[in-house]
T-cell receptor, first 112, second 114 residues
């Protein structure tokens, strides 16, 4: 079925440390994997995405890796800052219906 | 930067009443979506819409739900007879093309059913 599993559900790090969030997906046909950051009461905001033709993508302090064989993808945030504190959602694009299936979310807390 | 806009930001309605949530997608986008998020939970797909037709709908999107693009700019979600469990944040999203493209979300409408 259509499912995206995300871990951990909560993550607390010290400012300057790295944070890693991991997701697995069920549909081997999925080819697009975005990550969204959602601050309290606000919209999910796209922060980075990756397509299946690459294994890694980096944008400043944020990187995403993809292992299509294992159906895993991960978000890496380096040199975390308090303003990185938010809920992060991974998602996988399912070709059936052109929809995004979201993971359960990770509440990241960066302590100064 | 163009944004998806949604109105109202908050809607309070009595159970059994009809509600219409409105969205203006980004102007050159062709694919439109509604998602919902119950407080503290993940974002769930409701429906996708293209070329004035529903492309896909989830199990949540039952006969009480409908979508419409009444003109060249608006995209609406109607819930005909609201239930308590419809209380959630409803997000509209749009994308330029269907496959493997970023979906940009609006700020959402918080729907509270009393």
């Amino acid at each position: 079925g259509e499912n995206v599993e995300q871990h951990p559900s909560t993550l607390s790090v010290q400012e300057g440390d790295s944070a890693v969030i991991k997701c697995t997906y069920s549909d081997s046909a999925s080819n697009y994997f975005p990550w969204y950051k959602q601050e309290l009461g606000k919209r999910p905001q796209l922060i980075i995405d990756i397509r299946s033709n690459v294994g890694e993508k980096k944008d400043q302090r944020i990187a995403v890796t993809l292992n299509k064989t294992a159906k895993h993808f991960s978000l890496h945030i380096t040199e975390t800052q308090p303003e990185d504190s938010a809920v992060y959602f991974c998602a996988a694009f399912y070709n059936q219906g052109g929809k995004l299936i979201f993971g359960q979310g990770t509440e990241l807390s960066v302590k100064p | 930067e163009p944004e998806v806009t949604q109105t109202p930001s908050h809607q309070v309605t009595q159970m059994g009443q009809e509600v219409i949530l409105r969205c203006v997608p980004i102007s050159n986008h062709l694919y439109f979506y509604w998602y919902r998020q119950i407080l503290g939970q993940k974002v769930e797909f409701l429906v996708s819409f293209y070329n004035n037709e529903i492309s896909e709908k989830s199990e949540i999107f039952d006969d009480q739900f409908s979508v419409e693009r009444p003109d060249g700019s608006n995209f609406t979600l109607k819930i005909r007879s609201t239930k308590l469990e419809d209380s959630a944040m409803y997000f509209c999203a749009s994308s330029v093309r269907r496959d493997n493209q970023p979906q940009h979300f609006g700020d959402g409408t918080r729907l509270s059913i009393l």
